[in-house]
């Protein structure tokens, strides 16, 4: 049971994907690895399914593995399958959902996979804190949060806190190699440096999403009026809802003005 179908997005991936370039990609020696998470109800294990080149081995860490396997559409779906507003999906013997939900290191396969640098793609206008605290001059309506606001909240703590705290331990692990003395091994310590780069929107979702929440079916929008999604304070939630092609559109242009203001950070990264 779920509240939103997901088979429209099976059809359209099945249509417009071509998985088979993955294994070309390898054997051409273009790809080193590629790899999605999803999070298992019965294990309660993120598990990360990876394709890649032959000396990549299998890891295991306090609910988290590496699992090597042929990628497929499904896999897509279950990674992506958030839990209640999609059905879980059906991989071997066990149901997975969205992978973030137990993923609390979720730059950690990438290092898995032999990544010496990260590209960080955000979904939050606030990648990374201040070093001191800067003072709240937010003017607090003193009203009660509706259920969307909390669920927004909730939302936001699974699927974006975990990818900010993420980058703020890996910044001081890179400090911290830079401080060893320079005969010790740091790759062998597991603290060679690692070059992050993170590209995040400059404007909050939320409030994009606000915009385009008459573009939402007249059913979903009823159902979503009694918790609040429809007001601008819980329009978190409609960040995750959202599919419509004028939401997407905004995104992709607020994507491609964000990358450009970053144009020279990237081609120093990307080596172009």
């Given at each position: 049971?779920?509240?939103?179908?997901?088979?429209?997005?099976?059809?359209?991936?099945?249509?417009?994907?071509?998985?088979?370039?993955?294994?070309?990609?390898?054997?051409?020696?273009q790809l080193r690895a590629i790899a999605v998470t999803a999070f298992g109800y019965e294990s309660g294990q993120a598990v990360t399914f990876y394709q890649g080149q032959g000396t990549i081995e299998?890891?295991l860490r306090h609910r988290r593995i590496g699992m090597p396997t042929p990628l497929s559409v499904d896999h897509l779906l279950a990674s992506s399958a958030i839990p209640l507003l999609f059905a879980?999906?059906?991989?071997?013997?066990?149901?997975?959902?969205?992978?973030?939900?137990?993923?609390?290191?979720?730059?950690?396969?990438?290092?898995?996979?032999?990544?010496?640098?990260?590209?960080?793609?955000?979904?939050?206008?606030?990648?990374?804190?201040?070093?001191?605290?800067?003072?709240?001059?937010?003017?607090?309506?003193?009203?009660?949060?509706?259920?969307?606001?909390?669920?927004?909240?909730?939302?936001?703590?699974?699927?974006?806190?975990?990818?900010?705290?993420?980058?703020?331990?890996?910044?001081?692990?890179?400090?911290?190699?830079?401080?060893?003395?320079?005969?010790?091994?740091?790759?062998?310590?597991?603290?060679?440096?690692?070059?992050?780069?993170?590209?995040?929107?400059?404007?909050?979702?939320?409030?994009?999403?606000?915009?385009?929440?008459?573009?939402?079916?007249?059913?979903?929008?009823?159902?979503?009026?009694?918790?609040?999604?429809?007001?601008?304070?819980?329009?978190?939630?409609?960040?995750?809802?959202?599919?419509?092609?004028?939401?997407?559109?905004?995104?992709?242009?607020?994507?491609?003005?964000?990358?450009?203001?970053?144009?020279?950070?990237?081609?120093?990264?990307?080596?172009?």
């Amino acid at each position: 049971m779920a509240l939103l179908d997901s088979r429209p997005l099976r059809g359209l991936l099945h249509e417009h994907l071509n998985l088979d370039g993955i294994a070309e990609s390898l054997a051409s020696k273009q790809l080193r690895a590629i790899a999605v998470t999803a999070f298992g109800y019965e294990s309660g294990q993120a598990v990360t399914f990876y394709q890649g080149q032959g000396t990549i081995e299998p890891w295991l860490r306090h609910r988290r593995i590496g699992m090597p396997t042929p990628l497929s559409v499904d896999h897509l779906l279950a990674s992506s399958a958030i839990p209640l507003l999609f059905a879980p999906v059906r991989l071997g013997e066990e149901y997975f959902g969205d992978g973030a939900v137990r993923q609390s290191a979720p730059i950690s396969p990438a290092l898995h996979l032999g990544a010496s640098r990260v590209l960080v793609v955000g979904v939050s206008g606030n990648p990374q804190r201040p070093a001191v605290p800067q003072p709240a001059t937010r003017i607090f309506s003193g009203r009660q949060p509706s259920l969307a606001q909390i669920g927004g909240h909730m939302l936001n703590s699974t699927f974006i806190d975990s990818l900010e705290d993420d980058i703020e331990l890996l910044q001081r692990l890179n400090h911290l190699s830079h401080l060893l003395p320079p005969h010790l091994d740091t790759r062998r310590l597991g603290l060679a440096p690692i070059e992050v780069l993170v590209v995040a929107p400059s404007q909050p979702l939320d409030e994009i999403a606000a915009r385009h929440r008459r573009d939402l079916p007249a059913a979903l929008r009823m159902f979503l009026r009694g918790p609040g999604a429809t007001k601008t304070s819980g329009a978190g939630v409609l960040s995750y809802l959202l599919f419509e092609a004028s939401y997407c559109s905004e995104l992709i242009e607020l994507g491609r003005r964000d990358a450009l203001a970053k144009k020279r950070e990237l081609c120093q990264f990307l080596g172009l």
